[in-house]
DNA sequence: TGCTACCGAATGAACGTTCAGTTACTAAAT
DNA sequence: ATTTAGTAACTGAACGTTCATTCGGTAGCA
C-alpha cells in the first residue's frame, strides 16, 4: 500500500513494532498511547477541546483512527485519561529539591520549577486549564478515582510549614490559591503576549511577593 | 400555529415586542440578544464550549435558530461578543468603591467585590475562565479592538499606589497576576468541592496575605 | 488456533449555517 | 383615514458537512 509505505517514513517519534519487543508491558505506556496523548496534547493546544477531532489526532499521530479506539474507549476518555497522564508527568517535575534546603528555599523552589515546567510545555499548560474550567473536570470527579497523591504532596508540604510555625496557619485551599494562583495567572498573560517573556526578576518579584504574603510575620 | 401558542405562554424573561417601544435603538442590548447571551451562558456552563450546539442556544432563549445569526454572524462571533458583554458587566461590578477610603480599603474592596460577583455569578466566571484558556482569546487580540479600558482602569489603581509609595513597584502583570490570580483560584477550588463554600474568614485571610505580600515593609 | 494490535472505509447522527418565507411595524402616498 | 410599499425582525425546515464511533478484516505472534 502506498499510504502505507508514506506514512513510515514519516514517522519520528514513533518506533516501528519490530525495534521494541515489549519486555514490560503496561508498565511503561505503549509508545502509540503515548503518540495519541502527544498528538491530542499539540491539536487542542492549537484548536481547543472543540477543533479536535478524532481523525486529526490519529493523523498527527501516525495511526489509524481505529487504533485510538483500541486504547480508549471513547474521546472523553482519552481527555480524562489524558489529564491524568499531564498532572502526574507535572507532579513528578515539580516536587523535586534538595532535601537539605530550608523550607524557604525548597517552597521558591517548588514554585519556580511549577512555573518553569509550564512555560517550557505551553501545550500541557493549555491543556490542563482548558481541563479544569470544563465539564470534564466535574466528570472526573464523579468518578471517585483513588490514585491521586499530587494533592495529599501539596498538603503534607504545607503543613510541614505550618508545623514548624514558619508559614500562616490558614486553609490549606487558601494556600493552594496563594501558590498556585499567581503562576498560572503570569504564565497566561505573557503566553498572550508572545513579545514579551517573563523575566527572572518577574519571578523572584512574585515568589518574593507570595512569601512575604504567608510568611509569619 | 400550535407552536406558537405554546411558545409564547413559556416566554418569562423576554417581554413580548409590543410593550416595550424601542426609543432608543441600540443604546440597551436588544432583549432577544441579552436573552440569547443568558441562554449561551447557561448552556456553556453547564456542557463547556463543545456540547452547546446553535440549535440548543435559540431553544433556551425561546428563538429560532435563525434569529440568532440575525444578530451575531456566526457561532465565533457569538462567543466572542459574549466575551465583551461578560467583561463589561463584571468590571462595571468590581470598580465601584468609597473615593474617601483609604487605599489600601479600596485595594481589598476590590477584590472582594471581584470573589463575590463570580461566586455569585458562577456562570459568568466559567464562560470567562473557558474563554481565556481556549483559542479563542487569541482570535480575539487579532482582531484589534480598542473599546476596552478595563486594564487600563487596574492598571491606574497599581499606579496610584506605586506613587504613593503604598505597595511595592513591581510590573504591571506581577501585580495582576498576585491581584487576580489567587481570586480565580479559590473560586475554582470551592466551585468543584460543592460541599463547602468559600468563607468569609478565607476571604479575609486571602486578602491579607496578598496585602503583606505587595505592600511596602 | 487464538489472540492482540492495528487498520481505514463506512455509517449515521449531530451540527452550523442558509434561505425562502412570514410577521410587525413605519412612513410615505392616496 | 386608509392604503401601500418598504424594511427589519424573526421563523424553522432543509442542506451539506463534519465528526465520533463501528466493524470487517489483516498482520504478527504464542
Redesign the interface.
Known sequence: MLTKEIKDEEIDFVETKKKASPPTPEIATSQKKEAIFLSTLKLIH??????TPMSQIALQANVATGTIYHYFTSKDELILELFKYCREKTNEHIFQFDEEASYKERFASVWKRLVHYYVENKEIF?FI??F???????LM?QRKDPSYYGVDRMRLFFKEGIDAGII?D??F??L???F???????I???K??QFCKITD??RD??IE??????KN?
Open positions: 492549537e484548536y481547543g477541546f472543540h477543533g493549555r486549564e482548558q479544569y474550567s470544563s465539564p470534564y473536570y466535574e470527579q500562616r490558614v486553609n485551599f487558601t493552594v490559591s496563594i498556585i494562583g499567581p503562576a498560572t495567572s503570569i497566561k498573560h505573557y498572550f503576549n526578576q518577574d518579584d512574585l511577593i507570595i512569601w512575604n504574603g504567608i510575620q
